[in-house]
């Protein structure tokens, strides 16, 4: 683990999800500004693991958590901090607080809070704890009663951040309440363990999202109360959907890995995620070198950002096309594979890399990719699609009768010769090149959208092209 010292870097930003689930679309978005600030300053961008709620923290979302931030390319420096690991050093620092008169114990029952709680909705106001043993002396407690551990928040006058993206913002300190610090069983809370382990890290800069403002406030009176450094605050304004409403399932609020098996690339959905709510000037192509060059949090917008998920799609199909086709092939290989049902012959990856290049241009995702390369693979007679049959109907029949006559007396099997003998028979026949090359093109794949027929014609070769037309000539 990192903890401060002379040495230490001068930026040092961290992560610190909470293992309760996958690692979502915010979750990622946010680890990114910290990966990416701590990069552009010379820093470090370490990982924290907040497991302390044991019943719903499990290793399935830790472990998925770790392989989106790897699929990302988010590596942090050191090894990841658990933060359950920690409990006594978090309360060595609550036993600190009450020797120095900071904090305090409580012994309110768990029915004195209940009926704390009923008054304070009859009387409509905030429910806050009424400080009732914040300054009775512990001996008044029964012998052996339980009790937590509750900060001394200040009563007057008022409490100040100043946040780098929200800027200066002040609440009333009588807002604040003597939240706990330990549970009555010695456990510490998240609002102390998380003051104590961004200390213990040495970490400078909090960037998180900003449903924890609120928590900054509170934060605050532990980091006084024991004379610590302040970090500086970043407040990043959530994500929303398309309609403005609270990011959701419905709008695309998924795990990181779903991305994956939906067919994005990684660095498309870190260029999307980074234009969420920050940008420089009108650039919305940045890779992770110019992206480190550039971020600042003054990039930082105030405002929530909108996930659409058309963009990403847009963004996702000019990184397929940027990508090496044979990084593409092999992302693409288990996705054929498992909708074949069959592994793929040495012979049918050649043949897949050597259609790439013309399945990439119309690709938004691997998911399309891999779709679009299924006619290479199926086995005759190929199924049509609705579309499909109704273009070999009538006029299409004929054509592709004619043009199959046409390909049998080809001597040269290759794109461009195959192109210019179909271009010479839709010229015969008084028709325009794509009355020939729609009917042939659902003939060799059963479907009206493909590469282009001329390609797909030598890449199937003489063969199976010829047999696959052989199959849909009239009787």
Same mark, same amino acid.
């Given at each position: 683990?990192?903890?401060?010292?002379?040495?230490?870097?001068?930026?040092?930003?961290?992560?610190?999800?909470?293992?309760?689930?996958?690692?979502?679309?915010?979750?990622?978005?946010?680890?990114?500004?910290?990966?990416?600030?701590?990069?552009?300053?010379?820093?470090?961008?370490?990982?924290?693991?907040?497991?302390?709620?044991?019943?719903?923290?499990?290793?399935? #979302?830790?472990?998925?958590?770790?392989?989106?931030?790897?699929?990302?390319?988010?590596?942090?420096?050191?090894?990841?901090?658990?933060?359950?690991?920690?409990?006594?050093?978090?309360?060595?620092?609550?036993?600190?607080?009450?020797?120095?008169?900071?904090?305090?114990?409580?012994?309110?029952?768990?029915?004195?809070?209940?009926?704390?709680?009923?008054? #304070?909705?009859?009387?409509?106001?905030?429910?806050?704890?009424?400080?009732?043993?914040?300054?009775?002396?512990?001996?008044?407690?029964?012998?052996?009663?339980? %009790?937590?551990?509750?900060?001394?928040?200040?009563?007057?006058?008022?409490?100040?951040?100043?946040?780098?993206?929200?800027?200066?913002?002040?609440?009333?300190?009588?807002?604040?309440?003597? %939240?706990?610090?330990?549970?009555?069983?010695?456990?510490?809370?998240?609002?102390?363990?998380?003051?104590?382990?961004?200390?213990?890290?040495?970490?400078?800069?909090?960037?998180?999202?900003?449903?924890?403002?609120?928590?900054?406030?509170?934060?605050?009176?532990?980091?006084?109360?024991?004379?610590? +450094?302040?970090?500086?605050? +970043?407040?990043?304004?959530?994500?929303?959907?398309?309609?403005?409403?609270?990011?959701?399932?419905?709008?695309?609020?998924?795990?990181?890995? #779903?991305?994956?098996?939906?067919? %994005?690339?990684?660095?498309?959905?870190?260029?999307?995620?980074?234009?969420?709510?920050?940008?420089?000037?009108?650039?919305?192509?940045?890779?992770?070198?110019?992206?480190?060059?550039?971020?600042?949090?003054?990039?930082?917008?105030?405002?929530?950002?909108?996930?659409?998920?058309?963009?990403?799609?847009?963004?996702?199909?000019?990184?397929?096309?940027?990508?090496?086709?044979?990084?593409?092939?092999?992302?693409?290989?288990?996705?054929?594979?498992?909708?074949?049902?069959?592994?793929?012959?040495?012979?049918?990856?050649?043949?897949?890399?050597?259609?790439?290049?013309?399945?990439?241009?119309?690709?938004?995702?691997?998911?399309?990719?891999?779709?679009?390369?299924? %006619?290479?693979?199926?086995?005759?007679?190929?199924?049509?699609?609705?579309?499909?049959?109704?273009?070999?109907?009538?006029?299409?029949?004929?054509?592709?009768?004619? +043009?199959? #006559?046409?390909?049998?007396?080809?001597?040269?099997?290759?794109?461009?010769?195959?192109?210019?003998?179909?271009?010479?028979?839709?010229?015969?026949?008084?028709?325009?090149?794509?009355?020939?090359?729609?009917?042939?093109?659902?003939?060799?794949?059963?479907?009206?959208?493909?590469?282009?027929?001329?390609?797909?014609?030598?890449?199937?070769?003489?063969?199976?092209?010829?047999?696959?037309?052989?199959?849909?000539?009239? +009787?």
């Amino acid at each position: 683990m990192m903890v401060a010292s002379a040495a230490s870097p001068a930026v040092v930003t961290r992560f610190a999800p909470s293992p309760t689930g996958f690692l979502h679309i915010g979750g990622a978005r946010t680890a990114l500004f910290n990966y990416l600030f701590a990069k552009a300053n010379g820093g470090a961008f370490t990982l924290r693991i907040e497991d302390t709620d044991q019943k719903r923290s499990t290793e399935e #979302a830790i472990d998925a958590i770790l392989s989106g931030m790897r699929w990302l390319g988010l590596d942090w420096d050191g090894d990841e901090v658990y933060q359950s690991a920690r409990a006594q050093r978090h309360a060595e620092v609550a036993q600190a607080l009450l020797e120095s008169g900071a904090a305090y114990r409580c012994y309110a029952s768990a029915e004195e809070l209940a009926e704390m709680r009923e008054q #304070a909705r009859a009387e409509k106001r905030p429910i806050r704890y009424d400080g009732r043993w914040r300054d009775r002396d512990p001996s008044e407690a029964p012998a052996g009663a339980p %009790f937590t551990v509750r900060i001394k928040a200040p009563r007057s006058g008022e409490t100040t951040i100043d946040d780098a993206v929200q800027g200066r913002v002040t609440v009333p300190n009588q807002e604040l309440d003597d %939240f706990i610090l330990l549970r009555s069983d010695g456990t510490p809370t998240y609002m102390l363990a998380v003051v104590v382990d961004d200390h213990d890290m040495g970490v400078t800069h909090v960037i998180r999202g900003d449903d924890h403002l609120n928590n900054a406030f509170r934060q605050k009176v532990i980091i006084e109360a024991m004379d610590w +450094a302040l970090p500086t605050w +970043a407040h990043i304004p959530l994500i929303h959907g398309q309609d403005g409403a609270k990011l959701s399932k419905r709008h695309g609020a998924l795990g990181v890995e #779903a991305y994956r098996d939906m067919g %994005f690339l990684p660095e498309a959905l870190e260029n999307y995620l980074l234009r969420l709510g920050w940008g420089h000037g009108d650039e919305d192509i940045l890779d992770r070198t110019r992206a480190t060059d550039l971020f600042s949090l003054k990039g930082i917008g105030r405002n929530p950002a909108r996930f659409d998920m058309k963009k990403l799609e847009n963004l996702n199909g000019h990184y397929i096309r940027a990508a090496d086709d044979s990084r593409l092939a092999g992302v693409a290989v288990p996705m054929v594979e498992t909708e074949l049902g069959r592994s793929l012959t040495a012979g049918e990856r050649e043949l897949l890399l050597r259609t790439i290049p013309e399945l990439k241009p119309r690709a938004k995702t691997i998911n399309e990719l891999a779709d679009g390369a299924m %006619f290479l693979f199926r086995t005759r007679p190929l199924a049509m699609d609705e579309k499909a049959s109704a273009l070999l109907e009538k006029d299409g029949g004929d054509l592709i009768g004619k +043009a199959h #006559a046409v390909l049998t007396e080809a001597s040269e099997w290759e794109a461009t010769a195959l192109g210019a003998r179909l271009k010479e028979l839709a010229e015969r026949e008084g028709v325009g090149l794509g009355k020939v090359a729609q009917p042939l093109r659902a003939a060799l794949t059963g479907r009206t959208v493909s590469p282009g027929v001329f390609e797909m014609l030598e890449l199937l070769g003489r063969e199976e092209s010829l047999a696959r037309i052989n199959d849909r000539l009239p +009787a």
